[in-house]
């Protein structure tokens, strides 16, 4: 028997199982992208590697990209710069023409059921025309470039990325996630999976019904006695966590929920 390495991502003939979830993210991945929280070693980068291994079967030109490295808005635009180079999408364009056909037609299937998509936004909204900052062009110019290209951007340790930046400039955090958002809105052929381990999440996923605020800002109040600073610091998470779609806004009973999405279950099956 193979001695599989502890602490590694599961790759090649290690990885087993999953057939099932990874033909789930498959599917889901040609109508929607996808977040992906969960829990430590719960196996989401093995998971990401698999993706990024068949993607080109699928007509995807993949990247798994660890973004817990990055500290400013200006280095993450420059990392998927980078790592999607021009010439790269040219040969995968050509290398695997039919695949890309392949992947145009079944994301164009599904296209045609849904609502019109929200096509050629403007980024930069939230800025006055004369501040709009240097990274938010770069951005801009990216997006446009890569938007409808068969692109698949696997970003893991996304909460890790996001924390840092909101403690180092919020509003930079809050400007990078709303240029994610539109971008997720409009319509396109690339796609993002995030992933990440957010700890708050194993307590609300033991909840069907979820948890309301003053049970979770007791949980918080653990770690952070201050009242102010935890109540700061609820907000902030509610934020983070509204903002990338993993649970819901407080309902009329100051409550909160997982939203439902494809592997919230599975997670559920292998960790609560
Ligand atoms: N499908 C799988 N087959 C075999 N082993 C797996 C599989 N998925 C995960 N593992 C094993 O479980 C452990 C955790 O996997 P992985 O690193 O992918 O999880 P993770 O959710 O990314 O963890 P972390 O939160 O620490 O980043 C690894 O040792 C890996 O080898
Ligand atoms: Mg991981």
Redesign the pocket.
């Known amino acids: 028997m193979a001695i ?7 790759t090649g003939e ?5 057939t099932q979830e990874l033909g789930d993210l498959w599917r889901y991945l040609e109508s929607d992208h996808i977040r992906f929280p ?10 990401l590697r698999r993706l990024e291994g068949e993607a080109a079967d699928r007509g995807l030109l993949a990247k798994w990209l660890d973004v817990s490295n990055i500290n400013s808005a200006k280095e993450f635009v420059a990392l998927l710069d980078r790592e999607f180079p021009e010439n790269a999408i040219k040969r995968f364009l050509s290398d695997k023409a039919q695949q890309v056909g392949g992947w145009f037609k079944r994301i164009r299937k599904i296209d045609a059921t849904l609502p019109d998509a929200v096509g050629g936004v403007g980024f930069g909204i939230e800025f006055g025309t004369d501040a709009v900052p240097e990274w938010q062009k770069a951005a801009n110019t990216l997006h446009s470039r890569l938007h409808d290209q068969p692109l698949l951007i696997l970003l ?2 996304f909460p890790v990325m996001l924390k840092k930046l909101i403690q180092r400039d919020r509003q930079e955090a809050e400007q990078i996630l709303s240029w994610l958002r539109i971008w997720r809105q409009s319509s396109g052929s690339c796609r993002f999976v995030f ?1 990440g ?1 957010i700890g708050l999440l194993t307590h609300l996923s033991r909840q069907p019904e979820g948890l309301t605020l003053d049970e979770l800002s007791s949980r918080l109040s653990k770690r952070e006695p201050d009242p102010d600073r935890c109540a700061q610091r609820l907000q902030e998470l509610l934020v983070r966590l509204t903002d990338e779609g993993y649970t819901s806004t407080p309902d009329g009973n100051r409550r909160v929920q997982f939203l439902s999405f494809p592997l919230r279950d599975w997670w559920n099956r292998n960790h609560v």
């Open positions: 599989m390495k502890l602490g590694n991502p599961a290690d990885f087993f199982g999953r969960g829990v430590r070693r719960l196996g989401k980068t093995s998971i893991d340790e992933t381990s």
